[in-house]
């Protein structure tokens, strides 16, 4: 399907685990992002790339890896989940020709 | 530094009066801005963009740069507009997007 698409949707781990979050867009867009969408903090940005091999740090990268080694894909892992980073995480893509921003749907991580 | 402002986490209004969500923002450069909305259940999609000018259900926002501000307006507010809204700035010389904090529109009947 083209598009941009996440997964998993849902996701329950434990404090201390690693887990990854994946992204993969068919448009070959150039430019990827991850936000973290949490109450009262709005979207907050905590990797973005440019191209592929390119990557750069946002608001928020504490606690988080990324690579881009495909234009498509753009997976987010979380070296040693914590607590705090139970929230919503958002994938999203763009072309520097456009710059309209193309959201996942979303996936909603719970670290007990 | 680059940084987007909504100072209202809520807005509620009835159904038919005017709406205004207020976005400041602040970027050394000509920015781009934009407005996002977020439907329950539904994907985070853009409502409409400063360079285009154009009115998107009934939305319309003016750059005011002396201001600094992107605010989004709607004459008559309906039931459907409740969602939440973000307003955004385009960094082009970061390659980045930049979101305010958010406001959640609710319409009451």
């Known amino acids: 399907d083209a598009g941009i698409t996440q997964s998993p949707r849902y996701k329950i781990t434990e404090t201390g685990r690693q887990v990854t979050l994946m992204c993969h867009q068919t448009w070959s867009h150039s430019y990827m992002f991850w936000y973290r969408q949490d109450l009262g903090h709005g979207l907050r940005l905590i990797y973005y790339s440019a191209a592929a091999d390119i990557t750069d740090k946002g608001e928020v990268p504490d606690g988080y890896v990324v690579s881009r080694s495909k234009t498509e894909n753009f997976p987010l892992t979380l070296e040693s989940a914590t607590r705090s980073q139970t929230s919503v995480y958002f994938c999203a893509s763009s072309d520097p020709t456009n710059t309209e921003a193309f959201f996942g749907q979303g996936t909603r991580l719970t670290v007990v | ?40 259940r539904q994907r985070l999609q853009l409502l409409l963009r400063h360079i285009s000018r154009e009115s998107i259900k009934g939305f319309t926002a003016d750059l005011n740069k002396g201001e600094t501000s992107f605010h989004l307006k709607k004459p008559f507010a309906q039931e459907e507009d409740s969602a939440m809204y973000y307003c955004a700035l385009y960094s082009s010389s970061a390659s980045k997007i930049i979101f305010g904090s958010g406001t959640r529109l609710s319409i009451r009947p």
Do not use: D, H, I, M
């Not at chain 2, 402002?5 to 920015?31: D, H, I, M, R, W």
């Open chain 2, 1 to 40: 530094a680059q940084r987007v402002t909504q100072p209202e986490k809520l807005l509620s209004v009835f159904k038919g009066a005017p709406v205004e969500l207020k976005c400041n923002y602040s970027y050394s450069g000509s920015p781009e801005l934009f407005w996002y909305v977020q439907y329950s």
